[in-house]
Each structure stands twice: as C-alpha cells, then as structure tokens.
C-alpha cells in the first residue's frame, strides 16, 4: 500500500512563507503527476497545484505567483513552496497523484494568522 506523507506545515503570519514536502513510498512516483491539495475546513478538497514526470506545472487561480510547486524524483518527494501567504490559504495539505491515485496521507496544517 502507498504511503504519502506530508510534511512542513505550521503557524505563519500574513506574508510570510512556508515550504512543504510529500514523500511517496512507490517506484510509480517517477513516472506519476503528482499534485497539492488543500481542504479549508467546511469546504471540498481543492486542488492547488501539480506537476508532470517532465516538471511542467499547472497552478490554481488562487496561487498563481505565489505558490511553486517542484518535484525530486531521485527522493520520491514533491515540495510546495508557499509564498506571500494569505489567511484564506488556511487549510490542511495533501499531496497525491492527479488524477487521484492513492489513499489519502494525514496531510499537514498550514494556519496563517496574525
């Protein structure tokens, strides 16, 4: 069964950044387009970024520009660096394929707040 497990969240004021890692326990992970989610509380999981086997990357309306998205594959690890951010990027993260692929990791909270 694949393990994803995020990491780097935390507390962090408006403007300030963060970045994220995902590690995922497959030989699939090279070849896979791996892809951010978020979950705000009372809302659907969205998803805010992802990247191909190749490095070309597609973001959401939300974070384009401040959000970067980037992957190692010799590591097995995608990373989210997260920038500029808002109170309204509040929300627990995950990463998984795009499509879908895998079970859910437990995620990692990312809390903007002053």
């Known amino acids: 069964q694949v393990q994803l497990v995020e990491s780097g969240g935390g507390l962090v004021q408006p403007g300030g950044s963060l970045r994220l890692s995902c590690t995922a326990s497959?030989?699939?992970?090279?070849?896979?387009?791996m892809g951010w989610y978020r979950q705000a509380p009372g809302k659907q999981r969205e998803l805010v970024a992802r990247i191909t086997s190749g490095g070309s990357t597609n973001y959401a309306d939300s974070v384009k520009g401040r959000f970067t998205i980037s992957r190692d594959n010799a590591k097995n690890t995608v990373y989210l660096q997260m920038n500029s951010l808002k109170p309204e990027d509040t929300a627990v993260y995950y990463c998984?394929?795009?499509?879908?692929?895998?079970?859910w990791g437990q995620g990692t909270q990312v809390t903007v707040s002053s």
């Open positions: 497959t030989s699939a992970f090279g070849i896979a387009t």
């Open positions: 998984n394929g795009y499509p879908i692929y895998w079970s």
